[in-house]
């Protein structure tokens, strides 16, 4: 059995740590050549990682059938960005129907009609302020 056998079998049977391993590795590899300490005075200390610079010329290279593809950090940066934009989008539809419900408008009332109700819940709040 040869070593690249028995590392596969390691990785099959512990799918976690050979997962959790990857993300490190990869992670180490994104980070070579970032300063890490910087004294002043004196050199910066560069981060050094084995496959860094291998994996960073690589990253580098633009290829047009990867990014056509949608495979690359680039694309995967883009679907994270999608992703969240998307996530708040529904954080923010869903504070605006909660204040309309607080007005008693519907989620489909105009912008004009959430304006009037909110200014008429001022002039109440302030009626019931100057009365007291």
Not at 84 to 103: C, D, F, G, H
Request: with cysteine; net charge positive.
């Amino acid at each position: 059995m040869t070593s690249t056998e028995r590392k596969r079998i390691w990785r099959r049977e512990h799918p976690e740590q050979s997962q959790e391993a990857e993300r490190v590795r990869a992670a180490k590899r994104r980070r070579h050549g970032c300063i890490i300490a910087f004294t002043p005075g004196t050199p910066p200390e560069r981060f050094v990682y084995p496959s860094g610079e291998s994996y960073q010329r690589y990253e580098d290279t633009f290829d047009f059938e990867k990014y056509r593809r949608g495979i690359g950090r680039s694309a995967s940066r883009w679907r994270a960005y999608l992703k969240s934009l998307r996530t708040r989008i529904a954080v923010n539809r869903a504070k605006l129907a909660a204040a309309y419900a607080e007005l008693g408008l519907g989620p489909d009332a105009s912008i004009e009609e959430y304006s009037q109700a909110l200014i008429e819940q001022a002039r109440a709040t302030l009626a019931t302020m100057t009365a007291e």
